[in-house]
């Protein structure tokens, strides 16, 4: 079984968002892909095997599976197409728990297409915003996390949230931070937190841009869009909205290559 580490959306090694791709011959149970996970130790670990005309695709954080994932998806498409699964101008088709997401080669860019996860306005529990560590400005919320805006990036950055009382109260699979950019060749700045699912704080979210998205797309009335998170590794996410669809571009690098033999 095929292993590969991959940073999404940097082509810079040792940037962005670190994945593991493990490309399977079949199907394995949970439990296995769950020990591979927290062996590889890594924000999200994909398992993928052949189905229909794609492959079927679950992440799992060294914790606990999740419904969905963007630079897991846009690191195993990478894999896909530079080791030869597939020709660089076929469609990469995933089918997941969040339905089929696809994936295409744009220039340097890869584009995923996932659902649009917009969020609703709510009021949090106190702890959660006490553990954040700064009241935001706005509160949003969809089926997956918390959104706080913020008024400014130097807020964003300056963020050292509780990780131990947020990973005890959460109740959601994380909380996206965000601002507008002071710089201007962003649009928008944010951070993710999910220490509930094993991450303290994930590097680049691709699928917390399919709520940062249609947020910012009103807020700013512009589309599409350029998002920078501010984490140590840093990354660069550019965003579509179409409709109820999201379109993610991101580039990857591979840094790793290996079978497993467990």
């Known amino acids: 079984m095929k292993i590969y580490q991959v940073d999404a959306f940097t082509q810079e090694p040792f940037k962005g968002n670190p994945a593991a791709v493990c490309i399977l011959n079949e199907i394995m149970d949970e439990e296995w892909m769950q020990a591979v996970a927290q062996e590889m130790n890594l924000s999200e670990t ?3 095997y052949p189905e229909k005309d794609g492959y079927n695709l679950r992440w799992f954080t060294p914790a606990a599976e999740v ?11 990478h894999a896909l197409w530079e080791n030869g699964y597939l020709n660089l101008d076929q469609q990469a088709r995933f089918y997941t728990k969040s339905g089929l997401l696809t994936a295409l080669i744009k220039g340097e860019w890869i584009e995923l297409n996932f659902p649009a996860e917009p969020e609703k306005e709510t009021d ?3 702890e959660i915003v006490k553990a954040i560590g700064a009241k935001p ?4 919320r969809n089926r997956l996390d918390y959104l706080f805006e913020y008024e400014s990036e130097d807020i964003i950055r300056g963020l050292a949230p509780d990780f131990s009382s947020l990973g005890r109260i959460l109740g959601y699979r994380g909380v996206i931070v965000t601002s507008k950019s002071k710089l201007e060749s962003y649009d928008f700045v944010s951070r ?3 220490p509930g699912v094993g991450i303290n704080e994930d590097p680049v979210t691709g699928s917390a841009h399919c709520c940062l998205g249609p947020f910012w797309k009103q807020k700013l009335d512009k589309n599409p869009l350029t998002g920078l998170q501010v984490s140590r590794r840093t990354g660069v996410v550019k965003v579509s ?3 109820e669809r999201v379109l993610l571009m991101g580039r990857a690098v591979t840094v790793l290559k290996g079978e497993l033999t467990a």
Not at 67 to 77: E, I, K, N, P, V
Not at 137 to 140: D, E, K, R, T
């Open 124 to 126: 949090p529990p106190e």
């Open 241 to 243: 909205v179409e409709g």
């Open 46 to 48: 994909a398992f993928l």
């Open 67 to 77: 419904d969905l994932c963007g630079h897991a998806t846009l690191a195993s498409a």
């Open 137 to 140: 400005i706005y509160i949003g």
């Open 192 to 194: 993710y937190f999910a």
